[in-house]
């Protein structure tokens, strides 16, 4: 069975830092991209952050690009998500997932391209 379980979230004031992460099993690890989705609420489940199978490459939706940075730690079946300067507007519940497609060299912004997903963690940045 595919499993992502995460941890790390909390509460932190503006300026603060937190770090999220996802211990995953069932599944080859290192041949699949990782990503980091949001959901406000009222809002859609947007993408924030995505990491290729190999590491290689990363991408970030434009309003966290320089404050989070994902990273995977392959002998442990991990991925994180560190978040820096946080601000009010990232507060929502976070949630890692898994790639579908098998070793795809450039990750994916899409919601529909992820197969499976973390319980989910609340992030609140109190201003």
């Known amino acids: 069975q595919v499993q992502l379980v995460e941890s790390g979230g909390g509460l932190v004031q503006a300026g603060g830092s937190l770090r999220l992460s996802c211990a995953v099993s069932g599944y080859t690890f290192n041949r699949y991209g990782m990503g980091w989705f949001r959901q406000a609420p009222g809002k859609d489940r947007e993408f924030v952050a995505a990491?290729?199978?190999?590491?290689?490459?990363?991408r970030y939706e434009d309003s966290v690009k320089g404050r989070f940075t994902i990273s995977r730690a392959n002998a442990r079946n991990t991925v994180s998500l560190q978040m820096n300067s946080l601000k009010p507007e990232d507060t929502a519940v976070y949630y890692c997932?898994?790639?579908?497609?098998?070793?795809?060299?450039?990750?994916?912004?899409?919601?529909?391209?992820?197969?499976?997903w973390g319980q989910g963690s609340q992030i609140t940045v109190s201003s």
């Open positions: 997932a898994k790639d579908a497609v098998w070793a795809r060299d450039s990750p994916s912004l899409a919601r529909g391209e992820y197969d499976y």
């Open positions: 990491i290729n199978w190999s590491g290689s490459v990363a």
